[in-house]
């Protein structure tokens, strides 16, 4: 689930770290619920270094379930320090995938209209 609602949108869409989704994550979900443990990341804006850091985990096996909380961390090369490692709850995650899914289900949608070929007539 996390693979489809984090790493697929981010390749397959192109989405840039100024698209508006990030806007309305940040409306729809509050990142007060994570604990955010180490933050050496040059991104400026919260929610998209979060989830920027999480497909990044996500992609490199790099989280794991401890107890009732979901942590995960990143880092530009294996030999070097973390750059970002964060902690939330299992129900926090559960929130944020609900939010994600039905924000970028719609984004889905948007694409699909916007696409030059969809809607158009048979010849």
């Not at 409306?27 to 933050?39: G, P, Q, Y």
């Not at 920027?52 to 942590?71: G, K, P, Q, S, T």
């Not at 924000?103 to 209209?113: M, Q, V």
Request: proline share 6%; aromatic share 14%.
């Amino acid at each position: 689930m996390l693979y489809l609602l984090i790493v697929v949108p981010k390749e397959f869409w192109g989405l840039s770290n100024d698209h508006p989704i990030y806007d309305q994550i940040e409306k729809a979900w509050s990142l007060n619920d994570v604990n955010v443990i180490t933050d050496k990341s040059p991104w400026q804006k919260p929610i998209y270094k979060f989830i920027h850091h999480l497909r990044n985990a996500i992609v490199h096996a790099n989280f794991e379930f401890m107890d009732e909380n979901f942590v995960f961390w990143d880092h530009y090369n294996k030999d070097k320090p973390e750059t970002y490692r964060a902690v939330l709850s299992k129900s926090a995650m559960q929130r944020f995938l609900e939010v994600v899914g039905a924000l970028l289900s719609n984004i889905k949608e948007e694409l699909l209209l916007s696409h030059p070929l969809v809607g158009r007539p048979s010849i």
